[in-house]
Protein backbone atom coordinates (compact mmCIF):
# COMPACT_ATOMS: atom_id res chain seq x y z
CA UNK A 1 0.00 0.00 0.00
CA UNK A 2 1.04 3.19 -0.57
CA UNK A 3 0.37 6.32 1.12
CA UNK A 4 -0.05 9.92 0.44
CA UNK A 5 -1.38 13.21 2.85
CA UNK A 6 -4.59 14.89 1.88
CA UNK A 7 -5.33 18.29 3.45
CA UNK A 8 -7.84 20.81 3.12
CA UNK A 9 -6.51 24.11 3.46
CA UNK A 10 -9.97 26.11 2.92
CA UNK A 11 -9.90 25.70 6.96
CA UNK A 12 -8.41 28.98 7.19
CA UNK A 13 -4.81 27.13 6.62
CA UNK A 14 -2.18 30.02 5.10
CA UNK A 15 0.54 29.42 2.92
CA UNK A 16 3.41 29.04 5.69
CA UNK A 17 1.22 26.96 7.15
CA UNK A 18 0.15 24.51 4.32
CA UNK A 19 4.32 24.41 4.16
CA UNK A 20 4.63 23.23 7.68
CA UNK A 21 2.40 20.47 6.84
CA UNK A 22 4.11 19.69 3.82
CA UNK A 23 7.29 19.66 4.19
CA UNK A 24 6.26 17.04 7.94
CA UNK A 25 4.87 15.03 5.08
CA UNK A 26 8.05 14.64 2.98
CA UNK A 27 10.11 14.39 6.26
CA UNK A 28 7.47 11.61 7.49
CA UNK A 29 7.75 9.44 4.30
CA UNK A 30 4.61 10.04 2.36
CA UNK A 31 4.63 9.47 -1.11
CA UNK A 32 2.53 12.61 -1.74
CA UNK A 33 1.19 15.58 -0.34
CA UNK A 34 -2.19 16.26 -1.75
CA UNK A 35 -4.71 19.31 -1.49
CA UNK A 36 -8.08 20.13 -1.99
CA UNK A 37 -9.23 22.52 -4.15
CA UNK A 38 -11.76 24.97 -2.64
CA UNK A 39 -12.39 28.49 -2.51
CA UNK A 40 -14.67 29.14 0.61
CA UNK A 41 -14.33 27.67 3.87
CA UNK A 42 -15.82 24.40 5.65
CA UNK A 43 -16.18 21.98 7.47
CA UNK A 44 -16.54 24.24 10.19
CA UNK A 45 -16.28 27.86 10.62
CA UNK A 46 -16.96 29.42 7.44
CA UNK A 47 -15.47 32.60 6.35
CA UNK A 48 -11.70 32.01 7.25
CA UNK A 49 -8.60 32.61 5.14
CA UNK A 50 -8.54 30.48 1.93
CA UNK A 51 -5.81 30.19 -1.30
CA UNK A 52 -5.64 28.87 -4.33
CA UNK A 53 -4.65 25.56 -4.62
CA UNK A 54 -2.57 25.86 -7.74
CA UNK A 55 -0.43 28.86 -6.78
CA UNK A 56 0.52 27.00 -3.51
CA UNK A 57 1.39 23.96 -4.75
CA UNK A 58 3.56 26.20 -7.36
CA UNK A 59 5.37 27.64 -3.67
CA UNK A 60 5.66 24.00 -2.66
CA UNK A 61 6.88 22.93 -5.67
CA UNK A 62 9.86 24.90 -4.93
CA UNK A 63 10.01 24.62 -1.23
CA UNK A 64 9.76 20.81 -0.97
CA UNK A 65 12.62 18.39 -3.09
CA UNK A 66 10.62 14.88 -3.12
CA UNK A 67 7.49 14.69 -2.57
CA UNK A 68 4.76 14.18 -5.18
CA UNK A 69 2.42 17.38 -5.01
CA UNK A 70 -0.96 17.08 -6.36
CA UNK A 71 -4.89 17.92 -6.11
CA UNK A 72 -7.89 16.40 -5.06
CA UNK A 73 -9.26 17.20 -7.25
CA UNK A 74 -9.19 20.58 -9.18
CA UNK A 75 -13.13 21.53 -10.26
CA UNK A 76 -13.68 22.12 -14.23
CA UNK A 77 -16.00 25.00 -13.38
CA UNK A 78 -12.91 26.75 -11.93
CA UNK A 79 -10.36 26.85 -14.56
CA UNK A 80 -10.96 26.40 -18.65
CA UNK A 81 -8.92 23.59 -20.00
CA UNK A 82 -6.27 24.59 -21.66
CA UNK A 83 -5.54 27.62 -18.86
CA UNK A 84 -5.22 24.10 -16.42
CA UNK A 85 -3.01 22.20 -18.55
CA UNK A 86 -0.97 25.16 -19.03
CA UNK A 87 -0.90 25.65 -15.42
CA UNK A 88 -0.13 22.18 -14.42
CA UNK A 89 2.75 21.68 -16.93
CA UNK A 90 4.68 25.01 -15.38
CA UNK A 91 4.03 24.14 -11.60
CA UNK A 92 5.35 20.28 -12.70
CA UNK A 93 8.29 22.19 -14.02
CA UNK A 94 8.94 23.78 -11.00
CA UNK A 95 8.59 20.74 -9.13
CA UNK A 96 11.23 18.85 -11.42
CA UNK A 97 8.50 16.36 -12.35
CA UNK A 98 6.48 15.45 -8.82
CA UNK A 99 2.75 17.08 -10.01
CA UNK A 100 -0.25 15.05 -10.49
CA UNK A 101 -3.50 16.38 -10.99
CA UNK A 102 -7.27 14.89 -9.74
CA UNK A 103 -9.85 16.29 -11.81
CA UNK A 104 -13.76 16.63 -11.13
CA UNK A 105 -17.09 18.22 -11.80
CA UNK A 106 -17.21 20.29 -8.41
CA UNK A 107 -19.99 20.67 -6.30
CA UNK A 108 -20.26 23.16 -4.26
CA UNK A 109 -22.34 25.56 -5.39
CA UNK A 110 -21.94 28.49 -2.75
CA UNK A 111 -18.52 28.92 -3.76
CA UNK A 112 -19.54 29.27 -6.78
CA UNK A 113 -21.60 32.22 -6.35
CA UNK A 114 -19.43 33.97 -3.70
CA UNK A 115 -16.71 34.63 -6.73
CA UNK A 116 -19.25 35.15 -9.49
CA UNK A 117 -18.08 31.98 -11.06
CA UNK A 118 -20.68 30.07 -13.39
CA UNK A 119 -21.68 26.65 -12.11
CA UNK A 120 -24.03 24.94 -14.61
CA UNK A 121 -26.38 21.71 -13.91
CA UNK A 122 -24.92 18.81 -13.39
CA UNK A 123 -25.03 17.33 -16.60
CA UNK A 124 -23.39 20.15 -18.04
CA UNK A 125 -20.35 20.17 -15.56
CA UNK A 126 -19.70 16.22 -16.34
CA UNK A 127 -20.20 16.97 -20.26
CA UNK A 128 -17.71 19.67 -19.41
CA UNK A 129 -15.59 17.56 -17.84
CA UNK A 130 -15.36 15.17 -20.40
CA UNK A 131 -14.09 17.98 -22.37
CA UNK A 132 -11.70 18.52 -20.14
CA UNK A 133 -10.35 15.42 -20.24
CA UNK A 134 -10.12 15.19 -24.16
CA UNK A 135 -8.10 18.60 -24.16
CA UNK A 136 -5.86 17.48 -21.31
CA UNK A 137 -4.58 13.96 -23.38
CA UNK A 138 -4.90 16.33 -26.94
CA UNK A 139 -2.46 19.27 -25.67
CA UNK A 140 -0.18 17.10 -23.67
CA UNK A 141 0.14 13.68 -25.43
CA UNK A 142 -0.65 15.01 -29.30
CA UNK A 143 1.82 15.81 -31.70
CA UNK A 144 1.51 19.83 -32.76
CA UNK A 145 -1.50 21.15 -34.52
CA UNK A 146 -3.78 18.94 -32.54
CA UNK A 147 -7.53 20.27 -32.84
CA UNK A 148 -10.60 19.45 -31.36
CA UNK A 149 -14.27 21.11 -31.66
CA UNK A 150 -16.32 20.06 -28.49
CA UNK A 151 -19.71 21.83 -27.19
CA UNK A 152 -17.99 23.66 -24.70
CA UNK A 153 -14.32 24.22 -25.70
CA UNK A 154 -12.53 24.06 -29.21
CA UNK A 155 -8.00 23.84 -30.15
CA UNK A 156 -6.96 25.05 -33.11
CA UNK A 157 -3.83 24.12 -34.34
CA UNK A 158 -2.20 23.39 -31.17
CA UNK A 159 0.97 23.97 -30.17
CA UNK A 160 1.95 23.43 -26.17
CA UNK A 161 5.23 23.98 -24.86
CA UNK A 162 7.03 22.40 -22.74
CA UNK A 163 5.70 19.47 -24.37
CA UNK A 164 5.65 16.36 -23.17
CA UNK A 165 7.36 14.10 -25.35
CA UNK A 166 9.68 12.40 -22.82
CA UNK A 167 12.96 13.99 -23.51
CA UNK A 168 13.03 15.11 -19.85
CA UNK A 169 12.27 12.36 -17.63
CA UNK A 170 9.86 12.86 -14.71
CA UNK A 171 10.35 11.92 -11.02
CA UNK A 172 7.83 9.76 -10.93
CA UNK A 173 9.21 8.06 -14.26
CA UNK A 174 5.55 9.06 -16.45
CA UNK A 175 5.96 10.39 -19.88
CA UNK A 176 3.43 13.64 -18.27
CA UNK A 177 1.27 13.93 -14.69
CA UNK A 178 -1.12 11.76 -13.69
CA UNK A 179 -4.31 12.08 -14.06
CA UNK A 180 -6.55 11.11 -11.32
CA UNK A 181 -10.69 10.92 -11.99
CA UNK A 182 -12.58 11.13 -8.39
CA UNK A 183 -16.02 9.73 -7.62
CA UNK A 184 -17.91 7.26 -6.05
CA UNK A 185 -18.66 5.05 -8.51
CA UNK A 186 -21.28 6.30 -10.68
CA UNK A 187 -21.64 4.76 -14.15
CA UNK A 188 -20.41 8.02 -16.37
CA UNK A 189 -17.82 8.44 -13.83
CA UNK A 190 -16.07 5.23 -14.44
CA UNK A 191 -16.37 5.06 -17.85
CA UNK A 192 -14.59 8.38 -18.26
CA UNK A 193 -12.16 6.66 -16.05
CA UNK A 194 -11.77 4.01 -18.06
CA UNK A 195 -11.51 6.12 -21.38
CA UNK A 196 -9.31 8.84 -19.72
CA UNK A 197 -7.65 8.41 -16.45
CA UNK A 198 -4.56 6.87 -15.47
CA UNK A 199 -6.03 6.47 -11.26
CA UNK A 200 -9.39 6.60 -10.13
CA UNK A 201 -9.50 7.62 -6.93
CA UNK A 202 -12.93 6.39 -4.65
CA UNK A 203 -14.24 8.99 -2.36
CA UNK A 204 -15.66 8.49 1.19
CA UNK A 205 -16.45 5.14 0.44
CA UNK A 206 -16.00 2.23 2.87
CA UNK A 207 -13.85 -0.81 1.77
CA UNK A 208 -17.04 -2.93 1.10
CA UNK A 209 -18.35 -0.26 -1.48
CA UNK A 210 -14.55 0.15 -3.15
CA UNK A 211 -14.49 -3.50 -4.23
CA UNK A 212 -17.56 -3.04 -5.53
CA UNK A 213 -16.57 0.22 -7.60
CA UNK A 214 -13.01 -1.46 -8.42
CA UNK A 215 -15.09 -4.57 -9.98
CA UNK A 216 -17.52 -1.99 -11.90
CA UNK A 217 -14.29 0.07 -13.31
CA UNK A 218 -12.57 -3.55 -14.23
CA UNK A 219 -16.09 -4.49 -16.29
CA UNK A 220 -15.67 -0.51 -17.81
CA UNK A 221 -12.17 -1.32 -19.22
CA UNK A 222 -12.79 -4.44 -20.61
CA UNK A 223 -15.82 -2.85 -22.41
CA UNK A 224 -13.47 -0.32 -24.53
CA UNK A 225 -10.68 -2.59 -24.53
CA UNK A 226 -8.58 -1.63 -21.87
CA UNK A 227 -6.48 -3.45 -19.21
CA UNK A 228 -7.81 -3.06 -15.72
CA UNK A 229 -4.63 -3.30 -14.46
CA UNK A 230 -3.82 -0.53 -16.23
CA UNK A 231 -5.33 2.01 -13.97
CA UNK A 232 -4.54 2.74 -10.54
CA UNK A 233 -7.01 1.86 -7.45
CA UNK A 234 -6.77 4.79 -4.92
CA UNK A 235 -9.26 5.62 -2.03
CA UNK A 236 -9.68 9.27 -0.08
CA UNK A 237 -10.31 8.30 3.06
CA UNK A 238 -10.53 10.22 6.58
CA UNK A 239 -7.49 9.75 9.04
CA UNK A 240 -7.68 9.96 12.71
CA UNK A 241 -4.68 7.95 14.83
CA UNK A 242 -3.47 8.17 18.01
CA UNK A 243 -0.48 6.24 19.69
CA UNK A 244 -2.56 4.90 22.60
CA UNK A 245 -6.11 5.46 23.60
CA UNK A 246 -5.43 8.76 25.63
CA UNK A 247 -3.88 10.06 22.36
CA UNK A 248 -6.62 8.93 20.22
CA UNK A 249 -9.59 10.48 22.30
CA UNK A 250 -7.23 14.14 22.83
CA UNK A 251 -7.22 13.96 18.93
CA UNK A 252 -11.46 12.84 18.46
CA UNK A 253 -12.10 16.24 21.07
CA UNK A 254 -9.85 18.66 18.60
CA UNK A 255 -11.86 17.14 15.80
CA UNK A 256 -14.84 17.23 17.26
CA UNK A 257 -14.60 21.19 18.49
CA UNK A 258 -13.61 21.91 14.72
CA UNK A 259 -16.58 20.20 12.89
CA UNK A 260 -19.30 21.52 15.38
CA UNK A 261 -19.97 18.00 16.48
CA UNK A 262 -20.86 17.48 20.56
CA UNK A 263 -20.74 13.14 20.50
CA UNK A 264 -17.43 11.73 20.21
CA UNK A 265 -18.92 8.24 20.86
CA UNK A 266 -21.07 8.24 18.09
CA UNK A 267 -18.82 10.62 15.93
CA UNK A 268 -16.70 7.87 15.82
CA UNK A 269 -18.65 5.19 15.17
CA UNK A 270 -20.52 6.67 11.69
CA UNK A 271 -17.17 6.55 10.26
CA UNK A 272 -15.89 2.99 12.18
CA UNK A 273 -14.65 0.97 8.90
CA UNK A 274 -14.92 3.83 6.28
CA UNK A 275 -12.00 5.65 7.88
CA UNK A 276 -8.68 5.02 8.81
CA UNK A 277 -9.26 5.66 12.45
CA UNK A 278 -8.44 4.21 16.34
CA UNK A 279 -4.77 2.65 17.51
CA UNK A 280 -2.51 1.51 15.25
CA UNK A 281 -3.89 -2.30 15.38
CA UNK A 282 -7.21 -0.90 14.98
CA UNK A 283 -6.20 1.58 11.71
CA UNK A 284 -4.05 -1.37 10.27
CA UNK A 285 -6.91 -3.24 10.31
CA UNK A 286 -9.09 -0.90 8.32
CA UNK A 287 -6.11 -0.38 5.74
CA UNK A 288 -5.81 -4.28 5.46
CA UNK A 289 -9.91 -4.10 4.26
CA UNK A 290 -8.95 -1.35 1.92
CA UNK A 291 -5.81 -3.33 0.54
CA UNK A 292 -8.04 -6.09 0.28
CA UNK A 293 -11.20 -4.80 -1.74
CA UNK A 294 -8.09 -3.59 -4.67
CA UNK A 295 -7.23 -0.55 -3.29
CA UNK A 296 -3.27 0.53 -4.26
CA UNK A 297 -2.49 4.13 -2.35
CA UNK A 298 -4.84 5.77 0.35
CA UNK A 299 -4.90 9.45 0.24
CA UNK A 300 -5.36 9.95 4.50
CA UNK A 301 -7.69 12.80 4.36
CA UNK A 302 -6.87 14.77 7.56
CA UNK A 303 -9.39 17.19 9.21
CA UNK A 304 -6.63 18.50 11.61
CA UNK A 305 -4.20 20.28 9.46
CA UNK A 306 -2.35 22.45 12.16
CA UNK A 307 -1.61 19.15 14.50
CA UNK A 308 1.82 18.32 13.17
CA UNK A 309 2.25 15.86 15.12
CA UNK A 310 -0.96 13.90 13.66
CA UNK A 311 1.61 13.98 10.67
CA UNK A 312 4.28 11.88 12.78
CA UNK A 313 1.86 9.55 14.29
CA UNK A 314 0.77 8.78 10.80
CA UNK A 315 4.67 8.17 10.03
CA UNK A 316 5.11 5.83 12.50
CA UNK A 317 1.52 4.05 11.82
CA UNK A 318 2.64 3.61 8.07
CA UNK A 319 6.43 2.42 8.91
CA UNK A 320 5.09 0.11 11.25
Not at 145 to 165: A, E, I, K, N, T
Not at 280 to 295: I, K, L
Request: glycine share 10%.
Amino acid sequence: MRFTLQTEPQQGITYREILAIAQAAEAAGFEGFFRSDHYTSFPGVSGLHTTDAWATLAGLARDTQRIQLGTLVSPVTFRIPGELAKIVATVDEMSGGRVEVGVGAGWNEREHAELGLPYPDTKTRIDQLEEQLIILHGLWDEPDGWSFQGVHWQVSDSLFRPRYDGSTPRADGRRRPNIILGGTGKPRSLRLAAKYADEYNASGSSPEEVAVINSNLDAACQAIGRDPKSITRSVMTGILIGRDQADLAARVQAQLEMFGEGDGAGWLAARHGRWVTGTFDEARAVVQRFADAGAERLMLQDFLPRDIEHVRVMSEFIAG
